[in-house]
């Protein structure tokens, strides 16, 4: 996949938790934590958009692509 997840390097500089981050974007932590693994195929644009809320941060801090 040339799609990377970065999430959990954003999480890291900003010290938050999975809990934390879960609580704060509204959904469970099982699928906060594939997201972050990157062991899902889509994420929902109102999902990312409270990701980038909570960490303030930008979609391409938490995505990279890679050419095959």
Not at 46 to 56: E, G, H, P, R, V
């Given at each position: 996949?040339?799609?990377i997840l970065r999430l959990d390097r954003v999480m890291a500089d900003r010290k938050m938790s999975?809990?934390?981050l879960a609580e704060r974007v509204g959904i469970a932590n099982v699928n906060l934590s594939k997201i972050?693994?990157?062991k899902v195929s889509?994420?929902?644009f109102?999902?990312?958009?409270?990701?980038?809320?909570?960490?303030?941060c930008q979609p391409g801090d938490i995505l990279e692509y890679r050419a095959d």
């Open positions: 996949m040339a799609i999975l809990n934390a972050k693994t990157g889509a994420i929902r109102s999902t990312l958009d409270a990701i980038c809320k909570a960490l303030d």
